[in-house]
């Protein structure tokens, strides 16, 4: 049997074993030490403007935003469609109700004209919705001036998910800093991981630090236990933020080596008829946490189930596109606006494996397992 070749694989060439061993030897291996707090100081430099509370998770992240931003039962959010059911989830913790907009197809995020449509429509339904959630699927930045320029004009807050997004660029500027909240994940297979993690951010200090209290059970700053408000079990952990710190470190060489593993891709694939890639649209610097490619079947004679079986046959993982939230059996009740953007990219596309350490070997096996699904010879 061929070695596997994974879809995105962790490295961990810094410093996280000293780290962790730091953590242990010092007995902080919980939610203080201070691993936690020179991670989101550190994060905090990167981002310039914006402050961090780190958590256990991207989700926990989203939902602690959607409850700063006071939603609850019967709310309207709305949210892109074409995401990891993560995105979503959250809204219904809550009681509240999503509302699924369609991509365009410059960054396959979600379409602010649709959006812009989808607010029109609810508000002459008298529920004007209460936040939007928008993703930077697979690191690539949405179309955040536009989105940003309808939530002003509607009032409407802004959550950003960023969790794939972690190191990628829109007009200069972090992503993650676009909407009133950001979020990141640092779960296993993302750019940079604490193992499981994630954090909330805001240029909102105050909404940070109450981010923080919600995170750890609401618990006041008194030598007893004393709450006032229901809170949550939601902080990231030292051993965790240990892992983070190093991880950090290397976060520029990471993003460069994801972006040196697409390019390959692009110039490997570049003669391949009926397979495109996602160029990244002017002033955009994406992350390339995942390099994806759509296929046209009418062109290759092969669609994306033929290829992942043809991987899986070689030992190599790959994985479909994020089926879109409107299409998923659990939503199937909530609106949805749009067309068939989302679901196409859902039906071509395919995340190729796209490790930061990927060798050359690697990538001429995966391209290979591709040319020979071609049944005609390629140019
Ligand atoms: C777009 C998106 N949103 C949210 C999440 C949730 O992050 P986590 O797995 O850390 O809870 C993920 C990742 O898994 C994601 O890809």
């Not at 962790?10 to 730091?22: A, L």
Request: contains cysteine; neutral net charge.
């Amino acid at each position: 049997m061929n070695t596997q070749v994974l879809l995105s694989a962790p490295v961990f060439d810094g410093k996280e074993q000293m780290n962790i061993q730091k953590a242990l030897d010092k007995g902080f291996i919980a939610t203080n030490g201070s691993f936690i707090s020179k991670f989101e100081q550190k994060f905090s430099q990167r981002l310039k403007t914006h402050q961090i509370t780190a958590v256990n998770s991207g989700t926990s992240a989203i939902h602690l935003s959607l409850i700063q931003l006071g939603i609850g039962l019967g709310d309207e959010v709305i949210c892109q469609s074409f995401t990891f059911c993560a995105s979503a989830n959250p809204i219904t913790y809550l009681g509240a109700i999503p509302i699924f907009v369609d991509s365009e197809k410059d960054t396959w995020n979600i379409c602010p004209v649709i959006l812009e449509d989808t607010i029109m429509s609810r508000i002459s339904k008298g529920k004007k919705p209460k936040a939007i959630i928008t993703v930077d699927l697979f690191g690539m930045p949405a179309k955040h001036h536009e989105i940003l320029a309808i939530s002003k004009k509607y009032n409407i807050p802004v959550i950003e998910d960023a969790a794939e997004a972690v190191g990628s660029l829109y007009h200069g500027k972090s992503c993650g800093i676009f909407g009133e909240y950001g979020v990141f994940s640092f779960n296993g297979n993302k750019i940079i991981t604490t193992g499981g993690g994630g954090a909330v951010i805001s240029s909102n200090v105050g909404a940070i630090s109450k981010a923080r209290y919600l995170s750890t059970q609401a618990r006041e700053d008194t030598h007893y236990y004393e709450h006032y408000e229901i809170g949550y079990n939601y902080r990231m952990n030292n051993l965790s933020a240990g892992i983070g710190l190093a991880q950090f470190e290397n976060l520029d060489r990471k993003v460069n080596k994801r972006r040196a593993v697409f390019d390959a891709y692009r110039e490997m694939l570049k003669d391949f008829e009926g397979i495109s890639l996602l160029e990244e649209p002017d002033d955009v610097f994406c992350n390339r946490w995942l390099t994806t490619i759509l296929i046209d079947p009418k062109k290759t004679g092969f669609d994306n189930e033929d290829l992942r079986l043809a991987f899986q046959k070689q030992n190599i993982e790959s994985r479909f596109l994020w089926k879109p939230l409107h299409m998923q059996p659990v939503f199937l009740d909530f609106p949805y606006y749009g067309g068939n953007i989302s679901s196409s990219l859902f039906y071509q596309g395919i995340c190729l494996p796209s490790s930061e350490n990927l060798s050359i070997d690697d990538l001429t096996r995966i391209v290979s397992v591709i040319s020979k699904q071609y049944k005609h010879v390629l140019k």
